[in-house]
């Protein structure tokens, strides 16, 4: 193979992590930037290239690299571009594929959505290798999804399908999402989610908890998470009223495409069995009947930097030459 090896680079709401792969799965070089810190795309994509031509020269010059792939919300596989993504900086639709390819020399770059790229990642090296049909459920920044029926990923018409983030769990008086619309799963139970959560109860209740010690404006899912490790009532309830609400939704996602395994991958999934135990006991009690015990709960065994650069860099492997 006279070139070895590939890039991954996985675009989230907060960082963008990158990284030169082989055949097998290794990740050799790697760094990262922040993705907030550029509010015009153009900055951004020449402060990526920066990086990239640094790990890509660490790997022996862009002769050794087939191509680029890359996850990033609202990526379209189809063309290449990120569409309307609400929890990036850059509004409206962006050819990200063809800015990074330009910025690398004619490197063939392709995209797909984050989470989609996730499980891929999961299919090649993790948890999903040998499994025909499962759901990856992103629990990052927003709440992203990767189905896989048959062994392929589900695109649809138009390269966007698998929004499972945005079905609307609450119909009347439901939070705002990110997207425009109201009560949707991702306003729920995303990182960011669980911590508007915790600032509503903190606000409505009168419970005693060590959350009412953090400024509100500055409190994240993770000290959510620290507080229930020291036995917060309050923090508890907030994990087991994301964990339901999950837990409902999957019920729903099994009925559509009855997986073998919905996989959790993501930042939130940190929280180990303080999150699963309650998505397991909603999940049944809301399953079909025909459905009951068929479906495994898991987590990701890749690490979650990974995960999503592994999954981005299998792209590299197919994406054409223009």
Partial sequence: MEKPYVVGIDIGGTNSVFGVVDARGTILYSGSIKTGKYADVNDYVAELAKGLEMVINQAGGHDKIKGVGVGAPNGNYFNGCIEFAPNLPWKGKIPLAQLISEKLGGIPVALTNDANAAAIGEM???????????????LGTG?????VINGNLVYG?????GELGHVIMRRNNGRMCGCGRQGCLEAYTSATGVARTAREYLEIRK???????????????KDVYDAAMKNDKLAIEIFET???MLGEAFADFVAFSSPEAIILFGGLTKAGDLIMN???RSMDK?????FEGKTKLLFSQLKESDAAVLGASAL??????Y
């Fill in 124 to 138: 090649t090296y993790g948890v999903a290798r040998g499994m025909k049909d499962f759901i990856v459920i992103t």
């Fill in 242 to 244: 994301t964990g339901a």
């Fill in 286 to 290: 809301n399953m079909l009947k025909v």
């Fill in 143 to 147: 709440v992203g999804s990767g189905i």
């Fill in 157 to 161: 018409h138009d390269g966007f399908a």
């Fill in 278 to 280: 309650p998505i397991k």
């Fill in 316 to 321: 590299g492997w197919e994406v054409k030459e």
């Fill in 207 to 221: 419970d005693e908890s060590v959350l009412r010690e953090i400024d509100p404006d500055e409190l994240t899912s």
